[in-house]
């Protein structure tokens, strides 16, 4: 049973990566562009919060603070197993650095739970601020689905809150690790 499971995941896995090369390449044949970044491949053309940016509606630390609030959310998606760790040359299993991953996922969705939870709570007036923050820098949904004109307007200011409000949570987390190393 074990090994027809392992054939069926291997099938499966195979299916998935055939997918996203076709998808790729119908990508990059309208000449959309194609990132790969840490393992997932994005068509950023796609992306809201990159054409958010690109057209000068969030700023460069709103950018970056959305990236790493993204790589979490994707986390919480997904669990870390020692095979999506690429042995080394050497082979066999590498305890360091499947322990060095999981630290990393696990302040990733620490830092998603605090981003939430400090929007959710500072912008209580503004219940859209935590499902477009989730939408848009999460999911990189674009900020138009959300509406056009005034709510396209309006929406974007919510949003930008609530990066603000995360830009300085990214920094409270590193000065907190900061303090703690000298410690």
Do not use: C
Request: charged fraction near 25%; charge should be positive.
């Amino acid at each position: 049973m074990r090994i027809a499971g392992a054939q069926l995941a291997r099938t499966e896995e195979a299916d998935i990566a055939a997918g996203l090369v076709e998808t790729v390449a119908l990508a990059r044949a309208r000449g959309e562009v194609v990132e790969a970044n840490g393992g997932s491949l994005r068509v950023s053309s796609r992306d809201g919060l990159r054409s958010l940016r690109q057209s000068g509606h969030i700023n460069d630390a709103h950018y970056a603070v959305a990236l790493l609030y993204r790589g979490g959310f994707e986390a919480r998606g997904r669990d870390l197993r020692v095979a999506s760790l690429e042995p080394g040359s050497g082979g066999g299993h590498d305890n360091d650095r499947f322990v060095a991953a999981r630290l990393r996922r696990a302040r990733m969705l620490d830092f998603v739970a605090r981003a939430d939870r400090a929007v959710a709570m500072s912008l209580a007036d503004k219940p859209v601020a935590l499902r477009l923050l989730r939408s848009v820098a999460g999911e990189g949904a674009s900020l138009s689905v959300w509406g056009a004109g005034r709510a396209f307007a309006r929406n974007r200011e919510v949003l930008i809150k609530a990066l603000d409000l995360i830009v300085a949570l990214a920094k409270q987390v590193a000065r907190d690790r900061q303090n703690k190393n000298i410690s």
